[in-house]
């Protein structure tokens, strides 16, 4: 992996912040985006820029063949078997909204249990609760082990009621790797269905929903090199044609009368009401193809690598508490006796992006004993260069207020 | 150099209201009435209540989980405005955001919350820096509509 070349396509790396050269250690909430997508964002919207689906007219055929061509990259990127199976939505929060409203709260009774666990997003969350309270099924957590979910977690919870287990591959503040395929091949046994929220791992690992019998899978396009407002879900096809559309409109049905009968269109296009966000699927498309164009076995690899070597340094410090020494993701950590918010100030003022906070996973203070922590989170484009001045600003946690007196 | 404008005192002036907070702890007597203040951008969580006596803040106190630049600027904000009127605190309340805004502003009104006053160099801290002062309008303000 030639690095120096990868920074130069993102204009991104080029900017300061206080002064200093940026560097972005934020990659969980949104990455940088290459050249090549802004590129692709900007062609069609000065080369090529009409609507999709009405293709009376050339120009209007040429915006379809790139937007289903972006269905297309999609559908290799996650190894789907049908591009029919790939929906575009709003992100990865649009797309478990429309699971749990459009699958759930037509499918759960009464008395059905949905498995969770405390670590979830609130994405992953939120929309299973408003579910449960509307059909009278029930939220059921899974034990963590470590702060990562098991497979023995998932089982000791699961009963002959339970339906729906719902869970992030890669948490976004602990970093952990569920072990999905266990966890589903368990579920299937049980007739259950498996959601996989994707947000944190599609970008990062070599993702492939034939091979893991993924039932339903969530990703956003903005935090693997992609725009914002594009996101994506994978269902099986039976289970997209199970799922009912959460929003109507033009272009999702084929007919319909005055008497209410509404012949809806097959998926995906029955969820695709109204106009697509035709940009946000071509530049998701020019990201994926970046991201193929690099190597997923390449970018897990080099993660690894930036991971392992921060926690190294890290760990060598004494005013550091680390909460996820393993995993794959994101660091979560706090400089000691520094409040989240004051740490993440003094980063700012030298110059490093990192967040903090809660990381929209309320429930898992009742799991780490701290309500907010620092999160640094790396994408393939960062380098040791970055990390080590990094750490050396976790050295300067006693000096905090400087960043507030600058 | 004036000490106002020594960012060691006024550095001081924060480490010491954050390590020691005034009126803090909440009380949860008759007569009391609360706040909470949270937001999704700031992790900051405080609760603020006031004591009134007619029209005098007989009482002020607060409690949370907070950084330093929301517990200091609050312990600040109650000893400023404690024992005063409405009116005088509202006055005060009005200097201290023409200070954090980049309005002229009366210092003396302010006493030890100048140490705030370059917090427009850090734009993410001014939500933290007026966490407090916002729970104090909003308690006094909503007192007179009774």
């Known amino acids: 992996m030639d690095i120096e070349k990868i920074r130069n ?57 790139a937007f289903e061509n972006a269905r297309e990259d ?12 790939i929906v575009f939505t709003a992100g ?65 919870v699961t009963t002959d009621k339970t339906k729906i287990i719902s869970v992030a591959i890669v948490s976004n503040v602990m970093g952990y790797v569920a072990p999905v395929k266990e966890i ?44 914002t407002g594009i996101g994506v879900l994978y269902g099986k096809y039976h289970l997209l044609d199970e799922t009912s559309p959460t929003r109507y409109g033009g272009g999702s049905n084929a007919r319909y009368k005055s008497n209410l009968e509404v012949d809806m269109k097959k998926p995906p296009y029955k969820f695709e009401s109204g106009t697509p966000n035709i940009e946000g699927a071509i530049g998701l498309g ?44 994101a660091i979560a950590f706090n400089i000691n006796n520094v409040f989240a918010q004051d740490g993440a100030s003094l980063f700012n003022a030298n110059g490093v992006a990192v967040r903090a906070g809660e990381h929209c996973a309320k429930l898992l203070d009742e799991y780490l004993g701290v309500r907010t922590t620092l999160r640094a989170s790396f994408y393939f484009y960062n380098t ?15 000096d905090f207020l400087d960043a507030f007196f600058g | 150099m004036r000490s106002l404008d020594n960012p060691l005192i006024l550095r001081e002036i924060i480490m010491d209201h954050y390590q020691n907070p005034r009126n803090h702890g909440i009380v949860d007597e008759e007569g009391y009435k609360k706040v909470n203040m949270n937001s999704e ?39 400023l405005v404690k024992g005063k009127s409405v009116e005088e605190a509202k006055a005060i309340h009005q200097q201290y955001m023409n200070m954090i805004f ?21 734009a993410n801290r001014i939500k933290c820096a007026t966490i407090g002062w916002n729970a104090l309008e909003e308690l006094i303000s909503s007192k007179e509509g009774e």
């Open chain 1, 384 to 398: 040791e260069e970055e990390i080590d001045a990094f750490v050396e600003v976790c050295k300067k946690g006693d």
């Open chain 2, 102 to 122: 980049e309005k002229d502003y009366d210092e003396d009104l302010l006493e030890e919350a100048i140490a705030f006053k370059n917090t427009h160099k850090q």
């Open chain 1, 286 to 329: 020019a990201a994926i193809r970046y991201l193929e164009g690099i190597g997923m076995k390449d970018i897990m690899e080099r993660e690894a690598k930036l991971r392992a070597y921060a926690i190294e340094k890290l760990k060598a410090l004494d005013n550091i508490t680390i909460y996820n020494e393993n995993g794959t993701g």
């Open chain 2, 41 to 79: 951008t700031c992790i900051d969580n405080i609760d603020v209540e006031v004591k009134m006596n007619n029209d005098i803040i007989e009482d002020i106190r607060f409690d949370g989980e907070a950084c330093a630049i929301s517990t200091a600027s609050t312990s600040i904000m109650t000893e």
């Open chain 1, 184 to 227: 589903i091949k368990f579920a299937h046994e049980h007739d259950i269905i498996v959601v996989c929220d994707g947000a944190q791992s599609v970008p990062h690992h070599i993702t492939d929903v034939i091979a893991d019998d993924i039932d339903f899978l969530a990703f956003s396009g903005h935090k693997m090199c992609g725009p």
């Open chain 1, 9 to 65: 396509d993102f204009p991104m790396l080029k900017t300061k912040m206080q002064g200093h050269d940026l560097i972005y250690l934020d990659n969980g909430a949104t990455t940088l985006k290459p050249k090549a997508v802004a590129d692709a964002i900007y062609e069609y919207l000065t080369c090529y820029s009409g609507n999709a689906h009405r293709g009376d007219y050339d120009l209007s055929h040429t915006v379809d063949t």
């Open chain 1, 74 to 85: 999609v559908r290799r990127f996650i190894n789907a078997k049908r591009v029919e199976e």
């Open chain 1, 92 to 156: 990865a929060t649009d797309s478990l909204n429309m699971v749990a409203y459009g699958y759930g709260l037509t499918h759960l009774h009464e008395g059905d249990e949905i498995i969770l666990n405390v670590a979830e997003h609130a994405s992953n969350t939120l929309p299973w609760f408003d579910v449960a309270k509307k059909t009278g099924a029930k939220i059921v957590y899974a034990p963590l082990t470590d702060g990562c979910v098991t497979l023995e977690g998932i089982k000791s």
